[in-house]
């Protein structure tokens, strides 16, 4: 079974420019999370959905960040416009319910230059 | 590594030693305590958990220890391998927000052979 797949590993944008990362949860796991790490800091919670709907954004910085899971599949976190201080690796995380074990990916390590 | 930049306390250990992390938690309604392991390149991944009725849950190999009076967790490894070379993350978390996760800054630990 494929565990929680995240694309891209990797991105290099300019400061300004618009970034989509994208997060294809374990099949049937209905709850989807995003978390990230910014530079010195520790992994912070971002937001989870259950199926398309958003249970909890309340860790989602500012409203330069868009997150969506349309048709309660897989999700996009995009970032516009990028700021310098966006640059961290982003982790995706799905679990069956929202009090089960909760899978990560590998995330992705966004650079903004 | 994505670690550049994270400045994490390292715990060298010779390999066939038995190793413990350690993490200090700061809410006290957090009732919910998990471990994960993350190699490079890899998400986190869940090593053990313990919820805060306990405070003693043993895995193979693996040992949490939750002292809800001074509000600290550990992580022991018995006879550490050079498969267990990792960052260690501890995480919290109260009952009712299911995987929204708080996590520690992690440990880097090195087996040595």
């Known amino acids: 079974e494929a565990g929680v797949t995240q694309f891209p590993s990797h991105s290099v944008i300019e400061k300004g420019q618009t970034v989509t990362l994208r997060c294809d949860p374990i099949?049937?796991?209905?709850?989807l999370y995003w978390y990230r790490r910014v530079m010195g800091k520790e992994i912070k919670f971002l937001l989870h959905?259950?199926?398309?709907?958003?249970?909890?954004e309340s860790g989602m910085p500012n409203n330069r960040f868009l997150a969506e899971r349309t048709g309660g599949t897989y999700s996009t976190l995009k970032v516009q416009p990028a700021e310098l201080e966006d640059s961290g690796v982003y982790f995706c995380?799905?679990?069956?319910?929202?009090?089960?074990?909760?899978?990560f990916g590998q995330g992705t390590r966004l650079t903004v230059v | 590594g994505e670690s550049v930049g994270l400045h994490l306390p390292t715990l060298s250990v010779q390999e066939g030693d038995n190793s413990i992390i350690n993490c200090a938690y700061s809410?006290?309604?957090?009732?919910?305590f998990i471990w994960y392991k993350q190699e490079s390149g890899k998400g986190p991944q869940f090593i053990i958990d313990?919820?805060?009725?306990?405070d003693k849950r043993q895995g193979q190999r693996v040992t949490v220890l939750l002292n809800k009076t001074v509000k600290h967790l550990s992580l022991q490894i018995a006879a550490t391998q050079p498969g267990d070379s990792a960052v260690y993350f501890c995480?919290?978390?109260?009952?009712?927000?299911?995987?929204?996760?708080?996590f520690g800054g992690g440990t880097r630990v090195l087996v040595k052979p």
């Open positions: 995380a799905s679990s069956l319910f929202s009090n089960t074990e909760a899978f």
């Open positions: 099949s049937g796991h209905d709850n």
């Open positions: 959905f259950v199926k398309e709907s958003k249970q909890d």
């Open positions: 809410n006290s309604a957090s009732d919910y």
């Open positions: 313990i919820r805060s009725n306990m």
């Open positions: 995480a919290e978390n109260i009952g009712a927000a299911g995987n929204k996760l708080t």
